[in-house]
């Protein structure tokens, strides 16, 4: 895996476990030559995970649309800044450059990019690892409302297994390097069809 989207709050949560694990990623892709892509943001996780690659001399490429490219917010010390016309070009645009994603605590953004990554993967249009860093079993919740609507007919069990989950960074990305996409064509799939 060379390059990773990372999707995580741009606030730093009220547990310093978060930002300390985001810090944590940060250096593992350091050491491990690889790059990370993320929304270009300087604060919360998001400039947590970025200012420990650039301490630790990594590759970090910003995506950020127009509108957010203000001083409060973009990060200036990144490799690279790709500035896009619209929020959602900017997903298209990151989903281009990486081989996988990883989701860190976070808001509606993170949960956004996230889901909209599994939409992709389950309508087969990519097959990307997708992966959660489940710190302090932030995720818990919502991977409890996904067993719920497998349950209830809403999603396919093999969509839902789409989603790698671990606590550990070496974990989740062992699980991401061998990670196997369900075969699907690229139509909806129906639950009750199967
Ligand atoms: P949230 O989880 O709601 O804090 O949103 C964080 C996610 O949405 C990040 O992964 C970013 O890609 C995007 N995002 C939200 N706010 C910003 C911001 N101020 N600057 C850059 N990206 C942002």
Redesign the pocket.
Known sequence: MKRIA??????IGFKSIYAEEARKLGEYFAQNNISLV????K??L?GAIADTIIENKGEVIGV?PKL?RHEE??HTQITRMIVTKKMSK?KVRISKLVDGYIALA????????IFEALTLGQLGIENKPIGILNTNAFFNHTLQQLDHMVSEGFLKQNNRDMILVSENIEELIDKMKTYQAPKMSKVVNTVASK
């Open positions: 990372v999707f995580c709050g741009s606030s993320y929304g270009g943001g604060i919360g998001m950020i957010l917010v973009a900017r976070g808001g509606f953004g993170t949960l956004d990019e």
